[in-house]
């Protein structure tokens, strides 16, 4: 079994940062990508940023110059720096991990909130 666990977020104004982190933990072998989605209210989950074992990074064009995504692969963990944030920016934010061999899995969500 596979868990993902996120901590960050919370409440901020426009043009503030916030960061994000999730831990995966369990019977991992490797992990081949980990990302950022996010869901707003009334909204589909859709991708944030993505980077792969090897630091590859794809970016959700809204993001992109605003956010950063980074990995520790020894400690199995996913980061998310979101600066100059929106009200657009608004939205539960879950972690994703390919674990190798074992399937997907995601976090539990976190949300982060940017007053206007």
């Known amino acids: 079994q596979v868990q993902l666990v996120e901590s960050g977020g919370g409440l901020v104004q426009a043009g503030g940062s916030l960061g994000l982190s999730c831990a995966a933990s369990g019977s991992i072998f490797s992990i081949n990508t980990m990302g950022w989605y996010r869901q707003a209210p009334g909204k589909q989950r859709v991708l944030v940023a993505a980077?792969?074992?090897?630091?590859?990074?794809n970016y959700a064009d809204s993001v992109k110059g605003r956010f950063t995504i980074s990995r520790d692969n020894a400690k199995n963990t996913v980061y998310l720096q979101m600066n100059s944030l929106k009200p657009e920016d608004t939205a539960v934010y879950y972690c994703?991990?390919?674990?190798?061999?074992?399937?997907?899995?995601w976090g539990q969500g976190t949300q982060v909130t940017v007053s206007s």
């Open positions: 980077i792969t074992s090897r630091g590859r990074i």
């Open positions: 994703a991990a390919e674990v190798a061999l074992r399937g997907n899995y």
